[in-house]
């Protein structure tokens, strides 16, 4: 490996760190506010053993009325937060994002649907291990779960199916 590659090597693992820093400083608040949550996306699958090149963090969590003043409060120090993204996205069941201030990182955030494929994946959700040193958890989306977000051509969820339940379908997509 020559030096520009390592030092490259040394610079993604870095980022890779802050990255996650960034992610659990929200899942803190999450955490703080009994808001539930998964980790979900690329970080998700990275956490899994797949690495992939991502250049946010995907969040699913079930973000109410009642907790933006909070989270404004306990993030605005380090992100840019907006509320009014965040109302928005409470009202249409969409998403809102959170950048930091300092790594311009940003941080997606996905409310749930209210669809079964949304009760099962927050069902689903695994406590793992993200940091060793010194050793910090979160709940991650399950790997079969990971799989149907990322790459929802290789599964099909059916309607008419129990909650969670995936048969393969080639070039489906996710119904709901």
Known sequence: ????????????????????????????????????????????????GLSR??????????????????????????????????????????SFNLIHLETMFKVDIFLPKGRPFDHAQMRNRQLQVVVTAPERTAYVASPEDTIVTIRPGLVKLTKSAPAGHLSPGANSKISG
Do not use: C, W
Not at 10 to 39: C, G, H, R, S, W
Not at 80 to 92: F, K, L, P, Q, T
């Open 1 to 48: 490996m020559s030096r520009q590659e390592n030092h490259q090597q040394k610079q993604n693992l870095n980022m890779q760190t802050d990255f996650i820093e960034v992610t659990l400083a929200v899942i803190d608040a999450f955490d703080q506010l009994q808001i539930p949550y998964l980790i979900g996306g690329s970080l998700a699958s990275a956490l899994h």
């Open 53 to 94: 090149t991502t250049l946010d963090s995907d969040l699913v969590a079930a973000v109410r009325i009642e907790h933006v003043p909070h989270l404004i409060n306990m993030l605005g120090n380090q992100f840019y937060i907006s509320d009014e993204a965040i109302y928005d996205a409470i009202r249409h069941h969409s």
